[in-house]
């Protein structure tokens, strides 16, 4: 909140000084883009509520995330796949998705395309592909992402 009054001031002390030099139209392009920036950071803000953690044990794969009311989703490891699918445009992001029995379900919206990538390769090793399950790290190790 101090920041953007901060900014807010400071925007509008060089607005009004402008309006006052005959420079009327820069006033309301000011209030136009403060309220561009408020929205941007109230968006912001409540977006940093936001959690998804992937917990995967010998014969589940479990992604809970929060985005409002928290949620749950179950996929049996062994039939599951990570998969990344390309977008038909260049203009949208590529998406980590876990699929199994028809359904699907994208993980990672939040991250850069190298982390979602990278992210992709480490669940792939720790889930296998389709009928395939291989060892997981020790009890003590559990693997959780967040």
């Not at 977006?47 to 479990?62: A, L, M």
């Not at 260049?90 to 990538?117: D, I, M, Y």
């Not at 720790?126 to 190790?141: E, K, R, T, Y």
């Amino acid at each position: 909140m101090l920041f953007f009054v901060s900014v807010c001031t400071a925007t509008f002390g060089v607005a009004g000084a402008a309006t006052a030099l005959g420079y009327w139209p820069v006033l309301p392009f000011a209030g136009a883009e403060m309220l561009l920036l408020g929205w941007a950071l109230r968006s912001s803000m409540q977006r940093r509520f936001e959690r998804e953690t992937i917990d995967i044990s010998d014969s589940e794969i479990i992604i809970e995330y929060a985005r409002g009311t928290p949620q749950r989703v179950v996929f049996p490891r062994h039939w599951a796949r990570v998969k990344i699918r390309h977008p038909k445009s260049p203009l949208h992001r590529t998406q980590l998705v876990f699929e199994s029995h028809g359904r699907a379900h994208e993980v990672g919206k939040f991250l850069t395309e190298e982390e979602r990538h990278t992210l992709a390769a480490e669940l792939r090793r720790l889930v296998g592909d389709m009928n395939q399950s291989p060892a997981l790290p020790p009890a003590g190790s559990p693997e959780q992402f967040s």
